[in-house]
């Protein structure tokens, strides 16, 4: 679990490098996405498996997910004041950027069919 949040750190200090806010979003998510099934398929998880690691898991994920929403805010904070985007409350825009990128990452394994979650391509 730890290993994560250290890719999360390392990703977003990677991400920094990245010209104009709307890149660093679409490049952000993407490495993330590529990083859930790099992960997932090393380590042959079940979405069983993990719901399995129950509370412990449940926090680290919570920690982890507020750092990315804090990132994300930041990102589009930057976005407002470079004038790429409109004023919005970049707190709740990065809520629902990371809501609908997990719903996207869970249909793609839904409508997969797959036996397991290594068996389904995300980048459809």
């Not at 990677?14 to 590529?34: F, M, P, V």
């Not at 990132?71 to 407002?80: D, V, Y």
């Not at 970049?90 to 719903?103: P, R, T, Y």
Request: hydrophobic share 35%; aromatic share 10%.
């Amino acid at each position: 679990l730890q290993e994560s949040e250290v890719f999360i750190n390392h990703l977003q200090v990677e991400n920094q490098q990245i010209k104009g806010a709307e890149k660093r979003i679409l490049s952000y998510l993407t490495a993330r996405l590529k990083y859930y099934d790099e992960v997932v398929n090393l380590h042959q998880l079940s979405v069983e498996s993990l719901q399995k690691l129950g509370p412990q898991f449940d926090e680290f994920y919570q920690n982890v997910r507020n750092k990315e929403k804090e990132f994300l805010a930041k990102i589009l904070k930057e976005g407002i004041e470079n004038q790429e985007f409109t004023t919005h409350n970049s707190v709740e825009v990065s809520e629902a950027i990371m809501n609908v990128a997990n719903a996207l990452k869970h249909e793609a394994y839904y409508n997969s069919m797959a036996y397991s979650v290594k068996d389904v391509d995300y980048s459809e």
